[in-house]
């Protein structure tokens, strides 16, 4: 339902003339974000600080509409895209990074500040921002917190949720607050704690603390071949059953190194059935004891064409590989779908041969790429949208997916939100009951639902669209 | 107010009739905590499943009923004392351990297991449970996740919630429910996160699932002395400023030195101004290195009279040292009074200095034993109850240290909690709007106020009482 002009005068009072868009070729800009899904929002309002995003939320308030906080859409799962239209709430002209605290190893920033950039500004107190998504060089450190991501480094150094210390949020009702996660003064209730990862569904954050780590003086870097998933996926268990967390331990197959190779020239063994790279990092003798052990365990394992990077190019370039694999995909189908299911470790075999399955029974390429360590999936079912049939294959593939991860026990989700995508399966991980409960969190926050509706929890009157009829939009390629 | 007959017979048809206690003498028995102040409760029942908690809730929940779980009752801020009256939840005979999973390395629990006993338990596959609190002989893991607790170890490994993957909880309707933290599938809203250190106010745990850490093969533990706690503190800042997080790093003042050198011959330097107990752990090279590299840090902070555990009966001598300190502490008074503050590391000397000066005024001594490295401070204000004027002055001493570490910047509480005894002081932190968010939380999940009423939010009446007015109890010397 389009603004009315009273509104539009209203939002462009509180937020500046020129930042707030309602003219409809420009709407379209901020139709989806990463996902399968978009949707036109009514409005984009491009506010400079917390006061202009407060005073933007109280509007929307007075007259009911929904807002959705929204980074660099970047996101996977649907968690920015306007479903119930209203104003995207476009966090990136708020950039800055507000002060970085070399001693007590934490940044103050605004949550526009690009994931990456915050690593680079860390850079010379020798410090990094350890949660590092693919998408780090243009993904938010706003969105990061309101997904809680993660990313290969997550394995050993943990998840957004574990290096945010403090936040400033504005509410539903335009109130703003400063809320503590510091486990240093986690007192009373941890209101940062559910507030970190909530999608937009309870919150605008508008400041982040966040801890910075030194940077480890020692890193030490692994590419090693297998002559299928399942001994790689064996020498993953064998690696961390031994005793070893490394700072990341990330899986590709044969479908992605091809995929990578024939981009990047990073020596990816293309004959192998899986390739592992393993990361360690601390003082010299520890990584090169670790790595030692580490080379141990894989060639117990069937590990074989072990190269360790001898210089901090040759460890970029591999990590280009990875970090760029999902882009590379690109040379094999235009278009790609993407969940992050997760499951116990002991059950990576299962589950990537039941991901194999399904793509031979629908006849959709499937390329694994992820997250070994933890056990988080990113099964990329890679096809092409000029093939309009294919659609609605894709989402019944992506779906059995899923499911399959649950039924081993697993997740939904490792990193990339239940947003629009996954919510119509939140059921088959909470009961009712469950549900209700969290539901009750979000009414005492956001009594009204305005924000970022139709995310997270399920909508009974979306569940009953048959598939095919929640798809028809157009889907680019991503390059991230 | 004494609960009616046909209740007690309610609870007992539902726990059991030898395990609801009503008898005035026995009652007394689970009147305090660790904490200060004590209230009798009107009755006892000590569930031994889930299904039985959940019964005995909705029987509260039924005639609003006050309801307030409890572990063992070593906690220090009065959480589980029955201030309002009502059923104290003695969970202590849900002990048992549930399953210990060593290859996905994770723990199942109920809640009245003892801290230190399921490290025993896993001990034979390797691994160990982390978070570790002084009480750890006696406090429960239920207890240990409500209060977020935390302990020396917490430096480097975190403190409870960062451990905790999931807990089955009893709401205030008597429903049960599997809420996960695990950052693998935290997925939808952070349950868990809000749930882990609600100190009773949102729900009973009756079922904790934990991660297990590998024990590490290598272990490094270092005494040293120092001519003041301001060079000790020095000597903090520079460690972790040199980029080395140690698994601990504990302080103790000479006050504290004198007392537990006496009771354990651990070696201690009663000359020092100070001492550090500093440990490293890992593979042997990279402890060896950390530990050479500390040494250094610490002798060009004037740090002396270095002491290296060179056996494992060496290192728990130097820990039962620590972990004993305040029951050491009842050689000089057989009392005392204890908050747990959190400055950022650099201000250690300014507060320290700021205690010791408060406990000069009101002529208290004061012992420090603390976790320097989060800057956790435990001053320990020593007395003897006997002389009963002394203990308006003790609250007010500790009142105004509290205050002294907000005016820097600090918190109220590291690890021990809100509970009852700082709940006044929340104001200082929190602004009235930020304490209306966190008791929207609590009414969205306890909308009567069932569960241990009188915490954590501050209580208009009481603060309104003179600190004299709220101090009829007996304070007993504790042990731990």
């Known amino acids: ?18 930042n707030v868009i309602t003219a409809p070729n420009d709407l379209r800009i901020f139709e989806r974000d990463g996902s399968i899904e978009g949707a036109v929002p009514d409005a984009i309002a491009l506010p400079s600080n917390t006061e202009q995003v407060a005073a933007v939320i109280k509007i929307a308030a007075r007259h009911n509409i929904p807002i959705v906080p929204r980074g660099a859409g970047t996101g996977l799962s649907g968690g920015a895209v306007t479903i119930r239209g209203g104003i995207a709430l476009q966090m990136t002209r708020m950039r800055r990074i507000l002060e970085i605290d070399p ?18 500004a860390a850079a010379p107190h020798h410090l990094f921002y350890a949660p590092d998504p693919s998408s780090q060089k243009a993904c938010t450190i706003g969105g990061n917190a309101a997904e809680n991501s993660g990313g290969p480094h997550c394995l050993y150094y943990g998840v957004t949720t574990n290096h945010v210390l ?35 569904t309870l919150c605008a954050i508008t400041k982040i603390k966040v801890r910075l780590l030194r940077i480890p003086p020692s890193i030490a870097t692994l590419l090693a071949a297998f002559p299928s998933i399942d001994t790689a996926s064996q020498a993953v268990s064998a690696v961390i059953g031994r005793g070893i967390v490394p700072a990341a331990l990330e899986m590709m197959d044969k479908v992605t ?56 190019a040759e460890r970029d370039l591999l990590w280009a590989g990875r970090k760029g694999a999902i882009g590379a995909l690109g040379r094999i189908k235009p278009n790609y779908y993407l969940h992050d299911g997760v499951v116990p470790r002991s059950k990576l075999p299962q589950v990537l041969s039941a991901v194999g399955e399904i793509g031979v029974h629908y006849k959709l390429p ?22 309009r049939e294919v659609l609605q294959q894709v989402e019944e593939a992506g779906e059995e997916m899923l499911h399959a991860v649950v039924e081993l026990g ?64 157009a889907v680019e390629a991503k390059w991230w």
Chains 1, 2 share one sequence.
Not at 282 to 298: K, Q
Not at 435 to 462: C, H, Q, W, Y
């Open 103 to 120: 001693v007590g190893q934490t940044a103050l920033v605004e949550p526009g500040v690009v994931n990456q950039e915050l690593s680079l």
């Open 410 to 473: 697993g997740a939904l989700s490792g990193e990339h939100g239940i947003g629009l995508e996954k919510s119509a399966y939140m059921p088959w991980i909470f009961s009712p009951d469950d549900l209700e409960v969290m539901s009750r969190v979000k009414s005492a926050l956001d009594p009204t639902g305005l924000l970022n509706p139709g995310k997270i929890f399920p909508d009974p009157e979306r569940k009953k669209l048959p598939l095919a009829g929640r798809t028809g939009f």
């Open 1 to 18: 339902m389009p603004l009315t002009a009273s509104v539009i005068d209203d939002l462009k009072k509180v937020a500046g003339r020129d």
């Open 257 to 312: 190194v091809g995929a990578v190779e024939a981009h990047y020239h990073a020596g990816y063994p293309t004959d192998a059935g899986a390739v592992l790279l393993v990361e360690v990092d601390g003082v010299a003798d520890s990584t090169r004891e670790l790595m030692a052990a580490i080379r141990d365990v894989l060639s117990e394992n069937q590990g074989y064409a072990m190269r360790e990077a001898q210089t901090p």
């Open 166 to 200: 403090g936040m400033e949020v504005v509410l539903a009702d335009g109130s703003v607050h400063w809320v503590s996660g510091d486990a240093a003064d986690r007192i009373g209730l941890d209101l940062c704690g559910v507030l970190v990862g909530s999608e937009g």
């Open 366 to 387: 499937v390329a694994n790429v992820f997250h070994a360590g933890d056990g988080n999936l990113h099964p990329n079912i890679l096809f092409d949208l000029r093939d």
